[in-house]
């Protein structure tokens, strides 16, 4: 019951529509979340159920009125989506460089324009990689890039502010406590989350935070990303992309993941559950103080 009561805490009910209250998200799960009649087995005996089921759409996104990419998608964030995309792949390197990102919504097609010198990264990037959908993605790091934000490093996170934070993160996922069938990012200042994100695949909801990040131009010098998911090689070069430094995630890195993270100077903390967590990399931003 006490966990019930927290999750019930984090969500306001209007007129019966679920919706976070967390800011950033603003995401009405009727947007993506079905009924569905089925038979369930349990306690030794089938039975007739209904159950809520994800909802899932082929986005298309068009650069420079060229087909380009085809995702497997959750109909939410499109716009950042289809930014960070671009932005975690090494395309963009500033929100000034997309002139324009139109949704057309009844046709689930995204409409991107870039600037000439975006193009033409996009043009030698075509020719270099071949392009997956939401399960996978190219990896790209760019080294001339700040790896670990603009502003001076000065964060620092005691072991109650990132149980907290992956607290926080469990509470705020409506659509994974309906569904079961979605991964989530959030963007994170040390006490609370701040923007969050969720997609069918690990890739997109990391795409989607980064999107946020390009599109705003926000500052992620202080900032903390919380994950559901494996941290894998892709998944932190995309981290690395936006300049935080601090990710936590309830899964576990992979070992290159890890190699890389050292490489960057990105915090790396996982296996974050049940009063405990592991640090793999970029343990002097954490207080080795259990009353910290």
């Not at 993605?137 to 001339?144: K, L, T, Y």
Request: proline fraction near 1%; charged fraction near 25%.
């Amino acid at each position: 019951m006490a966990v019930l009561a927290l999750i019930l805490s984090k969500i306001i009910l209007i007129h019966g529509i679920w919706i976070n209250a967390y800011q950033g998200m603003g995401v009405m799960t009727e947007d993506v979340v079905r009924k569905i009649d089925l038979q369930q087995f349990k306690h030794g005996i089938f039975k007739d159920f209904q159950d809520l089921i994800i909802d899932e759409d082929i986005l298309k996104i068009f650069i420079n009125d060229k087909e380009c990419f085809n995702l497997v998608f959750s109909m939410v964030h499109t716009r950042e989506l289809a930014a960070g995309m671009l932005y975690t792949q090494g395309v963009v390197e500033d929100r000034s460089e997309i002139r324009s990102i139109e949704l057309d919504k009844e046709s689930q097609v995204c409409h991107v324009v870039l600037d000439e010198t975006a193009t033409q990264r996009f043009e030698r990037f075509r020719k270099e990689r071949q392009t997956r959908g939401s399960s996978g993605g190219s990896f790209v790091v760019n080294q001339e890039r700040p790896v670990s934000g603009t502003g001076t490093d000065t964060l620092r996170l005691g072991p109650g502010q990132v149980l907290s934070l992956i607290q926080q993160h469990w509470d705020a996922s409506v659509l994974f406590h309906r569904t079961g069938a979605v991964h989530s990012a959030g963007l994170c200042s040390a006490e609370q989350i701040l923007h969050y994100f969720e997609d069918i695949g690990r890739h997109n909801a990391v795409d989607k935070l980064a999107g946020d990040v390009v599109l705003n131009r926000r500052d992620v010098s202080d900032k903390i990303a919380t994950l559901s998911c494996r941290m894998s090689l892709e998944i932190i070069g995309k981290l690395i992309r936006t300049g935080i430094r601090v990710v936590i995630s309830n899964a576990a890195p992979t070992l290159s993941a890890v190699h890389l993270a050292q490489a960057h100077d990105l915090t790396v903390i996982g296996f974050a559950r049940d009063n405990r967590f592991n640090v793999y990399t970029g343990g002097h931003r954490i207080i080795m103080d259990p009353t910290g």
